[in-house]
């Protein structure tokens, strides 16, 4: 048995949910022969195109809130790791300094030089061929052949390949060219494309028409893709524009992609009182595990065969 007041509860949820079983315009059921599709807000449901635009009117404000409030939760959430995610062999995070890593064109894979020098290591002892350390693809002896090996990985709509192809038209000046291969592979989730894409939606490259906000969002979904370059960027406009406090949430996460300039913003922020001790120690101390996080034995003995400093 329950009381009076237990039974008004009930029966109040019970109707939230039978007012989320049905069309936000027409109030059609969720039946058998009914199928209910959320908005991309996620507050209301609808049975059909139809209905979701003749409620557009009433809608539109409400999922115009949420979905920038869901935008703003996927932007400010701090990624596991940053956006060049880790070495396929040693399995280590990668560092932020490209000298430390090589890109293979024949299996599209970024390899730490600790793996690399490994590699060399082991088929010099065994009098061996040189070839790729992740697929063992004999390796290319010239750009020409790099080339061929990357337009092979495109017909394999591989975006990590449309990218480099893409940056490579760019340095042959041909923007449209890169602009299509940038935003196929961006299209296909790669990360690096979305950041390079912002600065042609930024200065016009090649006659592409500039688009203030084609330009944030391609920064933003970088940035949520955890490349800590874009986070800067995102911090540096947002103090331009006055908004501190967003400007410091992007360099903090940033800072603790390890990002050593973010790193330097928050200090600076700090002294001038803008941010916490707390916040202050935390992007510290995300740093300095993030930066160790890439560190190895095999990999400072790679870096000294390979002539790379600090």
């Known amino acids: 048995l329950c009381n009076s007041s237990e039974i008004i509860i009930i029966m109040s949820s019970g109707e939230e949910r039978a007012a ?43 999922c115009k809130k949420q979905m920038a409030e869901i935008r703003d939760d996927r932007l400010f959430t701090l990624p596991e790791i940053s956006h060049l995610g880790e070495c396929p062999i ?38 061996l061929d040189h070839r790729c350390p992740f697929c063992r693809h004999p390796q290319p002896e010239n750009d020409t052949e790099c080339e061929k090996l990357a337009l092979e990985r495109v017909e394999k709509n591989d975006p990590v390949a449309m990218r480099q192809i893409g940056n490579k038209c760019v340095s ?12 196929k592979a961006a299209a296909l989730g790669d990360i690096d494309a979305h950041y390079n894409l912002s600065f042609f939606y930024d200065q016009g490259y090649g006659g592409i028409e500039r688009d203030p906000k084609k330009d944030l969002y391609h920064m933003e979904e970088a940035a949520i893709g955890g490349h800590p370059d874009a986070r800067y960027n995102l911090g540096f406009v947002e103090n331009g524009k006055g908004r501190i406090d967003r400007a410091i949430r992007h360099f903090v996460i940033a800072s603790k992609l390890g990002h050593d300039i973010a790193l330097e913003r928050v200090k600076l922020a700090f002294r001038m009182g803008l941010v916490s001790k707390e916040d202050y120690e935390a992007a510290l101390c995300g740093h300095r595990a993030a930066v160790d996080a890439t560190k190895s034995k095999q990999r400072e003995e790679g870096y000294a065969f390979f002539n790379i400093g600090d």
């Open 172 to 183: 042959e000046g041909d923007f449209e060219r890169s602009f299509e291969y940038l935003t």
């Open 90 to 127: 040693c399995l280590l995070p990668l560092p932020l300094d490209m000298k430390k890593s090589t890109m293979f064109s024949c299996c599209s894979k970024l390899i730490c030089k600790g793996c690399e020098y490994a590699n060399l290591k082991r088929e010099a002892e065994e009098n």
């Open 20 to 62: 989320d079983e049905v069309c936000a315009n027409c109030g059609k059921s969720a039946v058998d022969d009914v199928t209910l599709k959320k908005c991309a807000c996620n507050l209301v449901k609808y049975c059909g195109v139809g209905c979701q635009r003749n409620h557009r009117p009433q809608h539109k404000k409400e």
